[in-house]
């Protein structure tokens, strides 16, 4: 079966600074990625070059016919837009030529009320407006799910349900999952490969290579301890 | 000046709707200003058909046409400070045609004077306004994810570039058809006024546009019957009409 995900030497540049060079990796289908590093090493810019809004050197190729959701981590909207989360939804529904019925389905997939997808979209929460991206993401049945640290702002009880979300997702769709993330210890337990990016390389492989005492300290420039959780959860 | 019939209404009122419309994305889109400046640009071909002896409709969209690829090919070139080179520009536009243009012709170009119409220019007037709103209404999802975040509308798989480029037409077409009856400066306002104002009251999408569109049929009906009595031009009574409903909507906003 082909991967998911080949990307070969893949180098960004804005101008003089080189934000990512010869990033190598790949994503079998259905398995879950999760890209960790310090703030400043492309995380993101990986990602905008994986969906092609940011010009890049090298090979991104995606499996025919993928489809991918994409979750940034946030987007800058006026508090007083007049568009609602249901607007917003429902947008995608009509681009993505499924019925608008898709839009209250996916806010159930990700446990908005449809009261608060009701209000415009610049008065939600941080993480209202997470899962109302993820629930965009999740409308037009996509193969693949490009997430950008879910967590960002979202309080514990409501992170542990994101995260479970993403597994069942895996699980009963089988979704190939790319995560950026902070939570060093969730990806170890539960993430099948790791790419870590630094400023200087980046490590690719499982997350018991990569994720070592040694090699965290070279790329974070300091001591980062991170605990296992007891109870094992899958992503 | 007389009293306008039913059938002088009938041009204005397709451009009152085109421009609520455009006017709604306009503003959702953060681009007041840039509105005004884009409206600037049909002056200079203005200035260039009258001294060619055309029809001034004619070069103002000309220019209009050529501003618009212009935007959107800075705009294509991420990391230039647009805002700047639209500033620039269409100052600049603003500086050739008042030279090119001189007198009562320049005051026509930038405020308008309504006065009859070949039955040619109507039917083309509502063919171009019925494009842009068709356009509008067809394209309303497209526009609306580009607008909420450009990298989203990519992986749904909108071309952004095209749409980008689909809309700033729309909106040139817009501003010249507003040319005769409000000029290059108030017709960059009745765009951006109504939807300004709309944005003010409205909670949702339908209700910004239903409203922005309402705003400016009213100002500009109201206004067009309004000024003969008066012994103004209509244009800026429009624009008035149009203003005064923005500053009541700020009072309903600060009561909500």
Known sequence: MPNALDVRHLSVAFGRQQILSDVSFHVEPGQSLAIIGPNGSGKTVLFKALIGTVPHDGAVEWAPGTKIGYVPQKLDIERDLPLTGLDFLRAKADVAGVPAAQAEQALALVELPVSIASQPIGTLSGGQFQRLLLAFALMGNPSVLLVDEPTAGVDEPSEAGIYALFGRLRRERGLTILLISHELSLVYQAADAVLCLSRRRAFFGRPMEILTTERLQDVYGANVKFHLHDDAVSL | ?256
């Not at chain 2, 006017?23 to 049909?42: F, P």
């Not at chain 2, 063919?127 to 994810?145: E, K, N, P, T, Y």
């Not at chain 2, 546009?209 to 031009?233: K, M, N, W």
């Open chain 2, 1 to 256: 000046m007389t009293m306008p019939s039913a059938s002088d209404l009938l041009l204005p009122l397709a451009m009152a709707v085109a421009a609520g419309l455009v006017g709604s994305y306009a503003v959702m889109r953060r681009m007041t200003l840039a509105s005004d400046a884009i409206s600037h640009v049909a002056l200079p071909g203005v200035g260039i058909a009258i001294l060619l002896n055309v029809n001034p409709v004619l070069g103002a969209l000309a220019a209009l046409i050529l501003g618009t690829l212009l935007i959107w090919a800075v705009e294509r070139q991420a990391r230039i400070p647009t805002e700047a080179i639209i500033g620039v520009v269409f100052s600049a536009a603003l500086a050739v045609g008042s030279m090119l243009a001189s007198g009562e012709e320049l005051l026509d170009a930038l405020f308008g004077a309504p006065r009859a119409m070949s039955g040619m220019e109507v039917v083309l007037g509502l063919a171009a306004a019925l494009l842009v709103i068709g356009f509008l209404v067809r394209a309303r999802s497209r526009l609306v994810i580009a607008l909420v975040s450009p990298d989203l509308a990519r992986t749904t798989g909108i071309n952004v570039s095209r749409i980008d480029l689909l809309f700033l037409l729309s909106f040139a077409l817009t501003v010249a058809l507003g040319l005769r009856f409000l000029g290059v400066l108030l017709m960059g306002s009745l765009i951006i006024i109504p939807a300004a104002t709309a944005k003010q009251v409205a909670g949702s999408l339908r209700g910004m546009q239903a409203t922005s569109v309402a705003i400016a049929v009213v100002a500009t009906v109201a206004g067009t019957l309004i000024a003969p009595s008066i012994h103004r031009e209509t244009g800026p009574v429009v624009i008035i009409i149009a203003a005064l409903g923005f500053f009541a909507s700020l009072m309903v906003r600060r009561e909500r």
